[in-house]
Nanobody, 123 residues
Framework: VQLQASGGGLVQAGGSLRLSCAASGLTFSDFNMGWFRQAPGKEREFIVS????????SDADFVKGRFSISRDNGKNTAYLEINGLKPEDTAVYYC?????????????????WGRGTQVTVSS
């Protein structure tokens, strides 16, 4: 299984980014997935997840509408759109997948993790 996160970069505060997570080696629609991030010196934190069909999502309290998750099962790709970027959003962003049969969404037992993509927000 390979998960390739991309789309990160350096962006000014207030800007937007769309991160992608391309998956291979698994049956994409068998998996729920989530996005996480880890800022320097901090623990990894959950941002938002989406179920296998794309019809249900679950997000962390801090999301407040700035983060939007989606997936395209035909392209084996999931997305995270971030609007109104803030310097505190600077982190490595990771995608992760868990088999939908292992837990009832929004619970996800994450089996596979991508390497992450760096997002840096300048003030």
């Amino acid at each position: 299984v390979q998960l390739q996160a991309s789309g990160g970069g350096l962006v000014q505060a207030g800007g937007s980014l769309r991160l992608s997570c391309a998956a291979s080696g698994l049956t994409f629609s068998d998996f729920n997935m989530g996005w996480f991030r880890q800022a320097p010196g901090k623990e990894r934190e959950f941002i938002v997840s989406i179920n296998w069909s794309g019809r249900r999502t679950s997000d962390a309290d801090f999301v407040k509408g700035r983060f939007s998750i989606s997936r395209d099962n035909g392209k084996n790709t999931a997305y995270l759109e971030i609007n109104g970027l803030k310097p505190e959003d600077t982190a490595v962003y990771y995608c992760a997948f868990g088999n939908r049969r292992a837990r009832l969404f929004p619970q996800i037992k994450y089996d596979y993790w991508g390497r992450g993509t760096q997002v840096t927000v300048s003030s």
